[in-house]
């Protein structure tokens, strides 16, 4: 009350002793006033906070807290996951199955009867994997999946194509050897695709990758059709020796399983581009079995090669 009294000016005559003792009970009442409304707003925000509590559930604790954080992992999780689903969806239909095929010239059945039908006519010398190029039929592998194909001199090597239409329709089809580099371990085939719409992979870019990033291979190990592996760039710029025993360099290492029957498949990045051709691992001596080093040829020089092959059947540095 001191303050509120220095906000008055001060009366010059005596303060008579009623006004005196008036000011003092007022002081007092005002005083009790003051506590009431004061205790009167702590009770009113009591029950304001009550309230809220109320209305929006309780304080959270930690274990509430962590519940929530743990709900929230499973749904990145999931998110991951689906991620990974639908890019094997999307890529798996661009992705063939190569049988080469050795014909029994014992049997009077003709080469091209043999290939049309699925029977134990012929022995199967080895299977791998391609990718479609493009809507033409164009099939891109590793040359050594087509090896005995392109050297064979006694006619009865064979190509047998597996492949899904962009409708989700698997058929097969005789491939015929369009062009091959075996300095790059690359060949092309085609088949006839009449009737049929093919879905090609889309073409990525090896120039800006990166170690640590995710890859996937898909293709047909052991003959297991469709079969999807995971893992990173592991290296770039690695050299690896080719079939005709030159170097292959700028190679990408990767720790995505890669065995046999996965050569000629595409490696691919998280957006499903192409960005590699799977073609190589070191084994375990004895086994067979990868040990994780894997490498793939760059998908650049996948470009630079792959349209010389089509028109012309040889690579550039052949025809001069």
Sequence with gaps: MAVMGSLYPVNPS??????????????????????????????????????LLHLFGPIPTPSYQQAIAQQVQRDELQL????IVNLFQETSPS???????????????????????????????????????DKFGHIVTNYHVLSKLITD???????????????GNGFYREGTIVGYDAAYDLAVLKV??????LKPVVIGTSSDLHVGQSCFAIGNPYGYENTLTMGVVSGLGREIPSPNGSAIRGAI???AAINAGNSGGPLIDSYGHVIGVNTATFTRKGTGVSSGVNFAIPIDTVVRTVPYLIVYGTPYSNRF
């Design 14 to 51: 005596p303060i008579p002793t009623t006004i005196s003792s008036s000011y003092s009970s007022s002081s007092s009442t005002t005083q009790k006033g003051l506590l009431t409304r004061r205790r009167t707003l702590v009770l009113g925000q009591s029950h304001i906070a009550t309230s």
């Design 80 to 83: 991951e996951e689906d991620r």
């Design 95 to 133: 992705v063939v199955f190569i049988k080469d095929i050795e014909i029994d010239k014992s049997l009077k059945t003709s080469p091209e009867e043999i290939i049309l039908r699925e029977d134990n006519s012929a022995k199967i010398e080895g299977t791998g994997s391609g990718f479609i190029w």
């Design 153 to 167: 001199s006694s006619g009865l090597q064979r190509c047998k194509v597996y492949l899904v239409d962009a409708k």
């Design 192 to 197: 006839d695709v009449e009737g049929y719409i």
């Design 253 to 255: 290492q990767t720790d």
